[in-house]
């Protein structure tokens, strides 16, 4: 398992938002009257080199996290589908466990009309939200090594949040809908008895704390095409399913729609989306 690279930290600013959740209740529950979101916009980071992935797991050898607001949490990011899925269609279309039945292990996700691949939208995407992240002392898992490879597949990369005992699971993808509709949502597990029973609070309230952030942060709107507002709750996913700890999947928005690949190609508007979806986390993990 290859150690991560050296990366630059840009630090969120929490210190306003952990003012603001002082005297939020202890547990998962509605959101307070005062909107966390409200907090100073998050600045952009310096452009600086990303790195390497960090894997199935945690590093062997990390670099030393900094001290901050976030230290001793964990948080799985899970970007999307995979560079090497388009060659190899019989191994990613093997059936795995995904809940009561079985689903193919992977796909090869969409793109948008100018050949923008969504493994690759979602691997840079991920790469800049866990910077983000262990600026602030989170331990960050990915479920994937690089953006050449297969899979894994869907009840693999469930499986990694479980196996590090993650406090929050973020799936990262963009979606493949109809060219005439654009924005994002966000997907939460819905009751799947004896699967899902125990997170469906946690990851509700983690969908909702990222949809007001995302919302607020990134300026793409609500999917109007699908979903509620911008949240959608779905039983057949497997990668929800299998999940034992809080998880939601980012449509962050449809590679379909002109309005929305322009931004979703544009690298500055990517660093907009990672402010805005690390600062969702931190609201979901400052609560607990």
Known sequence: MPASA?????????????LLLATACSTHGPAPETDP???PPLPSPED??????????????PAPLPE??????????????NGGNAEAASRIGEPVPAGPREKSCDTVGAETADGYAEHEFNWELALLVRERLEADGVTVVLTRDDNESVGPCID?????GNEVEADAALSI??????????GFHVIAPGE?????????APSLDLAEDLRRAYLEGSGMPYADYLADEGLDERTDLGGLNMSDVPKVFLEAGNMRNPEDAALISD????????DSIAHGLALYLMRG
């Open 156 to 160: 693999e990369r469930a499986e990694i």
């Open 68 to 81: 901050g607001p976030l230290s001793g949490r964990v948080v799985v990011i899970d970007p999307g589908h």
């Open 267 to 274: 690298a500055a508007w990517r660093e907009r989306a990672a």
């Open 192 to 200: 799947v008895p004896g699967f899902t029973d125990d997170i469906v």
């Open 48 to 61: 600086a080199p990303a790195g390497d992935g960090d894997g199935q797991g945690v590093p062997a050898d």
């Open 173 to 182: 993808h963009a979606d493949g809908g109809p060219e005439s509709g654009r």
């Open 37 to 39: 979101t409200a907090a």
């Open 6 to 18: 050296p990366r630059r930290a840009h630090a969120l600013p929490l210190a306003a938002l952990a």
